[in-house]
């Protein structure tokens, strides 16, 4: 079965300190990956994705994530946090089986709620 | 800034009303979405229209009901809803492609279902 995990539902860092989220994925194929974060009473934006390619992914507002494919990890990060950045962070995984219709269906993570405080 | 725009923001309706979300793309994207999200909960796909024809409905009541006139624009008319119906509904859109294409989401319309 394909599944997303994120095993931290908050996060906590100061202004300033690294953050990490953490997502794992697990999939048939090959994965595609996007993260997307919600601002508090917000839709959902889109930071990257992975494809294919470089294993280091760099995104919007200064993001990046690493796909690690022996790990099956697609973690989140940040040099800098900024308390901007406090908001809930969804993982997904693309379903690549190739049933009509099902590859558009993302698969999501159960969300990471990120607190960066001054 | 998102390009989905969803209308309105907020509704509130009553059990027996009649009520539509309206959402514009003008990203040329061909594969239109309704999600719908409870607070701090993943959102939960209902529909995909592509190329303006249904092709997934994840088993929602028939009290939700989608529409899409053009390429750009998607509606979802609403009756006879519950409490429970009380939620954000998020369009969103996307190319349509077998590659890795982003589904990009509009900022929600909250309903409240009194």
């Known amino acids: 079965a394909q599944s997303v995990a994120q095993p931290e539902d908050q996060v906590n860092v100061a202004e300033g300190n690294p953050l990490t989220v953490k997502c794992t994925y697990s999939v048939s194929g090959n994965p595609y990956l996007f993260w997307y974060v919600q601002y508090p009473n917000r839709g959902l934006q889109f930071l990257l994705k992975?494809?294919?390619?470089d294993n280091l992914v760099k995104g919007s507002y200064g993001f990046e994530a690493e796909f690690n494919k022996s790990q099956t990890s697609f973690h989140l990060k940040k040099p800098s946090a900024l308390v901007s950045d406090s908001a809930l962070y969804f993982c997904a995984v693309r379903d690549m089986r190739l049933a009509a219709g099902n590859n558009r269906k993302l698969i999501w993570g159960l969300g990471t709620s990120l607190a960066v405080n001054p | 800034d998102t390009e989905v725009t969803q209308t309105p923001k907020h509704l509130v309706m009553g059990m027996t009303n009649k009520k539509s979300l309206k959402c514009e793309q003008h990203m040329g994207h061909r594969a239109m979405y309704w999600y719908k999200q409870k607070a701090k909960k993943p959102p939960e796909l209902m529909f995909v229209?592509?190329?303006?024809?249904?092709?997934i409905n994840e088993s929602v009541p028939s009290r939700f009901s989608p529409e899409c006139p053009n390429s750009s624009l998607l509606n979802l008319h609403l009756h006879a809803l519950q409490p429970e119906d009380s939620a954000l509904y998020l369009c969103a859109s996307s190319q349509e492609s077998v590659s890795g294409n982003t589904i990009y989401f509009g900022e929600g319309s909250w309903l409240t279902v009194v």
């Open positions: 229209y592509s190329y303006e024809k249904l092709s």
């Open positions: 992975y494809i294919t390619g």
